[in-house]
Nanobody, 115 residues
Framework: QVQLVESGGGLVQPGGSLRLSCAAS????????LNWYRQGPGRERELVTA???????HYADSVKGRFTISRDNAKNTVYLQMNSLKPEDTAVYYC?????????WGQGTRVTVSS
């Protein structure tokens, strides 16, 4: 049974940093494209960043230069380092793993950026 478990969310002041983690189990992790999505209050879910099995990365314009995605295939974990956080980054962040027809989601972790 595939599981994706996010952690690391919380309350942070504007300009602060957080690192999210997503630990996977029950899947051949290294073959999957790994994505971080977020859904802010009253907004649709949006793709924040992605990393391919070969390490190619993609970022939404809104987070370029501030967020960094990385993966550790030995630990079956994907990370999202978030720096220079802004109030508009407030959202529930979801980990997603995709390979062909397989599409798995974590339960989400809440990030609140507020003073």
């Amino acid at each position: 049974q595939v599981q994706l478990v996010e952690s690391g969310g919380g309350l942070v002041q504007p300009g602060g940093s957080l690192r999210l983690s997503c630990a996977a189990s029950g899947m051949f992790f290294r073959l999957y494209v790994l994505n971080w999505y977020r859904q802010g209050p009253g907004r649709e879910r949006e793709l924040v960043t992605a990393i391919s099995s070969s390490g190619y990365t993609h970022y939404a314009d809104s987070v370029k230069g501030r967020f960094t995605i990385s993966r550790d295939n030995a630990k079956n974990t994907v990370y999202l380092q978030m720096n220079s956080l802004k109030p508009e980054d407030t959202a529930v962040y979801y980990c997603n793993a995709q390979k062909g027809p397989n599409d798995y989601w974590g339960q989400g972790t809440r990030v609140t950026v507020s003073s």
